[in-house]
């Protein structure tokens, strides 16, 4: 018997998207200006719901984080305004494939939580969205 022909689920089988996720659940408190919150993903999603639960805060999501020289990251999401912003109290539901996010408000704090619905393709065969124009510059 053959196994060079294995059949796996990979970024473009459609299969992978077409069914119910695997359910990944989040959160994080003091989510703030000066860094990016990451949110890593043990495999590729197929849908992200974001919530802000603060009361007062908006956030900005996106898929590269933002710049922050601290911490080595010239260019960012925050540099040509590729983030979303989600007031406070709102949510947000993303049909996408990615196997991270990150999160950080304009100032101040704010509380997040974070439900995926993830596939069974493992986060290792995702390609970096790194450099991707729309994404990080």
């Known amino acids: 018997m053959s196994l060079s022909n294995v059949y796996t689920a990979g970024l473009n089988n459609v ?5 119910a996720g695997k359910p990944y659940i989040s959160g994080s408190s003091g989510v703030n200006a000066s860094t990016s919150e990451k949110f890593s993903f043990p495999n590729v999603t197929k849908t992200v719901l974001i919530k802000n639960i603060d009361n007062s805060t908006a956030v900005r999501i996106g898929f590269a984080p933002r710049a922050d020289s601290e911490h080595g ?20 539901k993303f049909n996408v494939k990615c196997k991270e996010l990150f999160i950080w408000t304009g100032s101040g704090t704010s509380d997040v939580q974070v439900y995926a619905e993830l596939t069974d393709i493992p986060a290792a065969r995702m390609y970096s969205l790194d450099g991707i124009i729309g994404v990080g510059s």
């Open 73 to 92: 990251i010239v260019n960012g999401a925050n540099d040509n305004n590729n983030y979303f912003i989600l007031n406070a109290g709102k949510e947000i």
């Open 15 to 19: 299969g992978s998207y077409q069914v």
